[in-house]
């Protein structure tokens, strides 16, 4: 059975950073999968935010997200980060991290069946 545990959430003020963690408890071969962090704000739909390839290649971020967030992947630690700068109210959410077999291409960020917890990130203005 697949784990993944995401940490580094918590409060911050607008403009500020955090840094995301989602460490992959064993049970699969890191290195072989994508992964990707998506995030829900109350009363909305889970949304996609980012997403790296296996080999941590390539990178595909979401609009709202895109040049101040950056996911990257260790698969030495079998972890993944999503670096998350100049925070805006609008980013507040659970962030969750996802694992997916097949590889990411652009365009394509359906989530794979692999789910984390979740962490709050919350931004005040």
């Known amino acids: 059975q697949v784990q993944l545990v995401e940490s580094g959430g918590g409060l911050v003020q607008a403009g500020g950073s955090l840094r995301l963690s989602c460490a992959a408890a064993s049970g699969f071969t890191f290195s072989n999968w994508g992964m990707g962090w998506f995030r829900q704000a109350p009363g909305k739909e889970r949304e996609f935010v980012a997403a790296i390839t296996s080999g941590g290649g390539r990178t595909y971020y979401a609009d709202s997200v895109k040049g101040r967030f950056t996911i990257s992947k260790d698969n030495t630690k079998d972890t993944v980060y999503l670096q998350m700068n100049s925070l805006k109210a609008e980013d507040t959410a659970v962030y969750y991290c996802?694992?997916?077999?097949?590889?990411?291409?652009?365009?394509?960020?359906?989530?794979?069946?692999?789910w984390g917890q979740g962490t709050q990130v919350t931004v005040s203005s």
């Open positions: 996802n694992a997916r077999y097949k590889p990411y291409k652009l365009g394509d960020y359906q989530a794979g069946p692999t």
